[in-house]
């Protein structure tokens, strides 16, 4: 199945699991990662539960170490722009306090491989890879596992252009979405 059919899949079966009610925010889209984006925009654009939390509550700081994810603990929580991180250690939180941006996984969180074409697709929060220094996130589920189809794009166009290619998809979402939230911001005035 292809990456577009796997995401409209997901993306299908993710709307079927959430009340259509107006109190119930949609689906959150993605949105642009400039340090200007308000807390709200970001927050409905990464992929967070309805809290607002990040990674499904996994401490981004830990994807790095050898002995890789750990969840994060409630107390020790920090929130960054309007999204909530979560941390298994003191000296983990204090870490990403002090260069947030840099420990924050790209495209807000969503399936690297899905965000080249442009979609948003849930991640398994241990089906990861790190490259310079970033965490990227992949689906992993009974659709098959897009870190396989990221692992051959890489070998075959190697980590640069990959990347570039994932950044290019989210900027392209990104944009799309801040669009989406002037209107809407505009719309309530």
Do not use: H
Not at 2 to 30: F, K, M, Y
Not at 147 to 161: I, Q, S, T
């Amino acid at each position: 199945m292809s990456t577009p059919a796997i995401a409209l899949v997901c993306l299908a079966s993710t709307l079927a699991l959430i009340p259509q009610d107006s109190a119930t925010r949609p689906v959150p889209p993605a949105t642009a990662e400039t340090e200007s984006s308000p807390a709200e925009l970001r927050r409905k654009s990464f992929n967070v539960d309805e809290s607002g939390l990040a990674l499904q509550g996994y401490d981004p700081i830990s994807y790095l170490d050898k002995a890789g994810p750990k969840a994060g603990r409630k107390e020790l929580a920090f929130v960054y722009r309007g999204i909530t991180y979560r941390f298994a250690t003191a000296e983990n939180k204090a870490k990403f306090e002090s260069e947030p941006a840099r420990y924050e996984p790209p495209y807000g969180g969503w399936c690297a491989w899905a965000v080249i074409d442009g979609d948003k697709v849930e991640i398994d929060p241990m089906n990861y890879e790190v490259i310079d220094g970033k965490v990227y996130l992949f689906y992993k589920g009974w659709l098959g596992n897009a870190k396989k189809k990221w692992d051959d794009k890489l070998k075959a166009d190697g980590a640069k252009k990959t990347v570039t290619a994932a950044d290019s998809g989210w900027k392209k979402l990104a944009d799309a979405d801040k669009k989406a939230f002037d209107a809407e911001q505009k719309g309530k005035k």
